[in-house]
């Protein structure tokens, strides 16, 4: 249950965002530079960084949205070396970021990450850590598997999550 009033009648995390638009898009804009931009980084692998996240922190909206983004992407080696190592940063991240250390960040130019790579995913697991503490914050749950792998499918379609945001805008804006 929405712990705000004016999430009141709003049964999820993605109607609250759509509400307000012009605070959240720039964010969403930032997850596609990422996946755009990103050398060392497949849309793949950022998934599935994004779906440690959300289970490291319990956020299950999240967790399930990006569960449906990874099959849709197809992301492979799931128990790769390379995975491994970039979920474990990423729960290192995640619980204990002062932890970081050298050592941290030479564990990732191990598996081929530039400095630039490295800052990519560093902001990616940053910005889907807000949108998890945002979720759990607000009060919201999750919504159906089949809605987040419509929402995913759509996502991949429209090449990123911008397209896909606007869309949900215009859709409220009928409504």
């Not at 967790?63 to 492979?76: F, H």
């Not at 530039?114 to 914050?137: F, P, T």
Request: hydrophobic content about 40%.
């Amino acid at each position: 249950m929405p712990f705000l009033a004016q999430h009141d009648q709003m049964d999820n995390f993605l109607v609250s965002l759509v509400r307000d638009h012009t605070r959240y898009e720039p964010i969403v804009k930032f997850l596609d530079t990422i996946i755009e931009a990103s050398g060392d980084l497949t849309w793949g692998e950022l998934e599935t960084v994004g779906q440690e996240v959300a289970r490291l922190l319990e956020a299950d909206y999240c967790e399930a949205l990006r569960k449906g983004m990874v099959t849709k992407l197809g992301a492979q080696d799931q128990n790769s070396e390379r995975v491994s190592t970039l979920r474990k940063f990423t729960a290192e991240m995640i619980r204990s970021p002062k932890s970081i250390d050298a050592n941290s960040i030479d564990g990732l130019r191990a598996i081929g990450l530039s400095d630039q790579g490295i800052e990519d995913l560093i902001g990616w697991i940053s910005i889907l850590q807000m949108y998890s503490v945002v979720e759990h914050a607000f009060g919201f749950a999750g919504l159906p598997q089949q809605v987040l792998d419509e929402i995913a499918s759509g996502t991949v379609e429209n090449k990123g999550y911008l397209p896909s945001f606007q869309h949900f805008v215009e859709m409220s804006r009928g409504a």
